[in-house]
C-alpha cells in the first residue's frame, strides 16, 4: 500500500494520515468530526465512525445549562454506542462556572477530553463573554482555560486532557490568535484547533490557512510538538484535508460542514491518504446511513422530534444525486419514519 508522506524539517517522512496524542490521549489517526451547533448528536458522531472517523466533539454544551442541571445538556453529552473515543465541548465565559461544568463532564460521562469553545461567531453566544470572545480577550480565554484545567485535575480522572477551539480573530483589525493560542498554551491546553476566520466573518469568505500554518509553527516552538494544531474551515473533501496537512503541516484536520449529509468523507480521506485513491460511494448506501442516523435518533428524542429534525439531514445526503430537488420537496414534508421509508423507497 503506498502511503503519502510530507517532509519534516528534520527530513525525516511522516505520513500525511498517522496517530495523535493529545496529553494522555491515543488516537489511531488525525481525521475528526467537528463540533457542529444542532448536528454533531451523537446519533450523527456514530455513523461518522462508523464511517471512519478517528474522533468526534459533541457540539457545544453550555456550562451554564449544565451547572442547573438542564435534561438537555445531558442528553448532548451522550456517548454514541461505537466511539473508542469523543470529546464533550463546553462553552462559557466565567472561568468559576466553567469549572464546575467540567467537573459534571467528568462525573456525568466517561468523555475522553474536555474541549473549550472559544470560537463560536453567534451573537447570543459572545455577548456572553463565551466563543469567540474569548480569542478576543486573552487574559480571559487563560482564566477560563486555567480553571477547567485546575477543575480537572482534581478529579477521579484527572488524565483527562483539556482542548481548545479558537477563531483567527474578532475582525480584520483585530488578529488575536497568537495572544489567544500563547494564553491556551499557559493555562495547560493540551491541543489547540483554529478556524481560520474571524469571528466577523461567520462562515463567510475564506478560511485563512497561512494563520493555520503559523500556529502549528508556534505552538511546536514553544512545545516541542508535543502540543498537536488541528485544522477546521473550508475542508468539504479528501483533497482538501490533504492539501491542509500537506500546506499547513497541522497535525489533524477537523470536518465540520463537510461532513453534513456525507459522513462517508471520512472513509474516502482515509483512502486518499494513505494509498492516493478516492472511493465511490453509491447512492443507496448514503441513504442507508441516513436511515441508520434517524434511527439512533429516534431512539434518543423520539420519533416526532427524530423525524423533524431528520428534514435537514435528508436534504443534505441527497445533495447532488439526481432527482435531489423533487425528493427534498417530499424529506421536508415527512413526519414519520414511514413517510421517509415512502420517499426513499426505490433506494432502501
Same mark, same amino acid.
Given at each position: 500500500?503506498? %502511503?503519502?508522506?510530507?517532509?519534516?524539517?528534520?527530513?525525516?517522512?511522516?505520513?500525511?494520515?498517522?496517530?495523535?496524542?493529545?496529553?494522555?490521549?491515543?488516537?489511531?489517526?488525525?481525521?475528526?468530526?467537528?463540533?457542529?451547533?444542532?448536528?454533531?448528536?451523537?446519533?450523527?458522531?456514530?455513523?461518522?465512525?462508523?464511517?471512519?472517523?478517528?474522533?468526534?466533539?459533541?457540539?457545544?454544551?453550555?456550562?451554564?445549562?449544565?451547572?442547573?442541571?438542564?435534561?438537555?445538556?445531558?442528553?448532548?453529552?451522550?456517548?454514541?454506542?461505537?466511539?473508542?473515543?469523543?470529546?464533550?465541548?463546553?462553552?462559557?465565559?466565567?472561568? @468559576?462556572?466553567?469549572?464546575?461544568?467540567?467537573?459534571?463532564?467528568?462525573?456525568?460521562? @466517561?468523555?475522553?477530553?474536555?474541549?473549550?469553545?472559544?470560537?463560536?461567531?453567534?451573537?447570543? %453566544?459572545?455577548? =456572553?463573554?463565551?466563543?469567540?470572545?474569548?480569542? !478576543? @480577550?486573552?487574559?480571559?480565554?487563560?482564566?477560563?482555560?486555567? *480553571?477547567?484545567?485546575?477543575?480537572?485535575?482534581?478529579?477521579?480522572?484527572?488524565?483527562?486532557?483539556?482542548?481548545?477551539?479558537?477563531?483567527?480573530? $474578532? @475582525?480584520?483589525?483585530?488578529?488575536? $490568535?497568537?495572544?489567544?493560542?500563547? *494564553?491556551?498554551?499557559?493555562?495547560?491546553?493540551?491541543? %489547540? =484547533? %483554529?478556524?481560520?476566520?474571524?469571528?466577523?466573518?461567520?462562515?463567510?469568505?475564506?478560511?485563512? $490557512?497561512?494563520? &493555520?500554518?503559523?500556529?502549528?509553527? &508556534?505552538?511546536?516552538?514553544?512545545?516541542?510538538?508535543?502540543?498537536?494544531?488541528?485544522?477546521?474551515?473550508?475542508?468539504?473533501?479528501?483533497?482538501?484535508?490533504?492539501?491542509?496537512?500537506?500546506?499547513?503541516?497541522?497535525?489533524?484536520?477537523? /470536518?465540520?460542514?463537510?461532513?453534513?449529509?456525507?459522513?462517508?468523507? /471520512?472513509?474516502?480521506?482515509?483512502?486518499?491518504?494513505?494509498?492516493?485513491?478516492?472511493?465511490?460511494?453509491?447512492?443507496?448506501? !448514503?441513504?442507508?446511513?441516513?436511515?441508520?442516523?434517524?434511527?439512533?435518533?429516534?431512539?434518543?428524542?423520539?420519533?416526532?422530534?427524530?423525524?423533524?429534525?431528520? !428534514?435537514?439531514? /435528508?436534504?443534505?445526503? =441527497?445533495?447532488?444525486?439526481?432527482?435531489?430537488?423533487?425528493?427534498?420537496?417530499?424529506?421536508?414534508?415527512?413526519? =414519520?419514519?414511514?413517510?421517509?421509508?415512502?420517499?426513499?423507497?426505490?433506494?432502501?
Amino acid at each position: 500500500m503506498r %502511503i503519502i508522506c510530507i517532509f519534516m524539517e528534520n527530513n525525516e517522512k511522516k505520513s500525511l494520515y498517522h496517530p495523535v496524542r493529545i496529553g494522555s490521549l491515543e488516537l489511531g489517526g488525525n481525521i475528526f468530526l467537528a463540533p457542529v451547533a444542532g448536528y454533531s448528536d451523537r446519533a450523527f458522531r456514530s455513523i461518522c465512525f462508523e464511517c471512519g472517523a478517528d474522533f468526534a466533539y459533541t457540539e457545544m454544551v453550555s456550562a451554564e445549562a449544565l451547572t442547573r442541571n438542564n435534561k438537555k445538556t445531558e442528553i448532548l453529552m451522550r456517548r454514541a454506542p461505537n466511539e473508542k473515543a469523543y470529546a464533550v465541548q463546553i462553552f462559557g465565559g466565567t472561568p @468559576d462556572v466553567m469549572a464546575d461544568a467540567a467537573k459534571i463532564v467528568i462525573e456525568k460521562t @466517561d468523555a475522553e477530553c474536555i474541549d473549550i469553545n472559544c470560537g463560536c461567531p453567534v451573537p447570543k %453566544i459572545v455577548k =456572553t463573554g463565551a466563543g469567540s470572545a474569548l480569542t !478576543r @480577550d486573552p487574559d480571559r480565554l487563560y482564566s477560563v482555560v486555567r *480553571a477547567v484545567v485546575g477543575s480537572v485535575s482534581e478529579s477521579a480522572r484527572a488524565a483527562v486532557p483539556v482542548t481548545v477551539k479558537i477563531r483567527s480573530g $474578532w @475582525d480584520s483589525e483585530s488578529i488575536t $490568535w497568537r495572544e489567544a493560542a500563547e *494564553a491556551a498554551l499557559s493555562a495547560g491546553a493540551a491541543a %489547540i =484547533t %483554529i478556524h481560520g476566520r474571524t469571528k466577523a466573518q461567520g462562515y463567510e469568505g475564506k478560511a485563512d $490557512w497561512g494563520i &493555520l500554518a503559523e500556529l502549528k509553527k &508556534l505552538v511546536d516552538g514553544k512545545t516541542g510538538g508535543t502540543v498537536p494544531v488541528f485544522g477546521s474551515g473550508d475542508a468539504f473533501s479528501p483533497e482538501d484535508a490533504k492539501r491542509m496537512l500537506e500546506t499547513t503541516g497541522c497535525d489533524g484536520v477537523m /470536518f465540520a460542514r463537510g461532513a453534513m449529509g456525507n459522513p462517508f468523507i /471520512f472513509t474516502r480521506t482515509k483512502h486518499l491518504l494513505v494509498d492516493g485513491t478516492d472511493i465511490d460511494v453509491p447512492v443507496e448506501e !448514503r441513504i442507508r446511513a441516513g436511515f441508520r442516523e434517524l434511527s439512533l435518533l429516534v431512539e434518543d428524542i423520539g420519533e416526532e422530534a427524530a423525524c423533524r429534525e431528520s !428534514r435537514k439531514r /435528508f436534504c443534505a445526503y =441527497t445533495k447532488g444525486i439526481d432527482g435531489g430537488a423533487a425528493l427534498r420537496k417530499q424529506i421536508v414534508a415527512s413526519s =414519520t419514519v414511514e413517510e421517509y421509508r415512502a420517499v426513499f423507497g426505490k433506494y432502501l
